[in-house]
């Protein structure tokens, strides 16, 4: 088992900046891949960024491409999300998951998730 614990959320104006966390614990040698994914009220939840623990490669959803950065730091099993340039359609709640690929941009492709961390940007 993984855990997964965000941290990180809350509400900015449009043009901001803000980073999430997501600490993870547990069986961390079994996964090889972390992600970000987010869902707004009424909509399905979608893929953000991944990365891979090893650093061979990242993936990021075309609309944050540009304005989100996923890194990691293996020392902390810890993955971050800088999301810069916010805007007011990024407003959703942000769940950390992990998986075993980074190319994978589906919520099906990740087995552990965590409880989620809510981003509101205004306008």
């Known amino acids: 088992q993984v855990q997964l614990v965000e941290s990180g959320g809350g509400l900015v104006q449009a043009g901001d900046s803000l980073r999430l966390s997501c600490a993870a614990s547990g069986s961390i040698f079994s996964i090889n891949a972390m992600g970000w994914f987010r869902q707004a009220p009424g909509k399905e939840r979608e893929f953000v960024a991944a990365?891979?623990?090893?650093?061979?490669?990242?993936n990021y959803a075309d609309s944050v491409k540009g304005r989100f950065t996923i890194s990691r730091d293996n020392a902390k099993n810890t993955v971050y999300l800088q999301m810069n340039s916010l805007k007011p359609e990024d407003t959703a709640v942000y769940y950390c998951?992990?998986?075993?690929?980074?190319?994978?941009?589906?919520?099906?492709?990740?087995?552990?998730w965590g409880q989620g961390t809510q981003v509101t940007v205004s306008s």
């Open positions: 990365t891979s623990w090893s650093g061979s490669g990242t």
């Open positions: 998951a992990a998986g075993l690929n980074y190319r994978r941009a589906t919520p099906s492709g990740y087995v552990y």
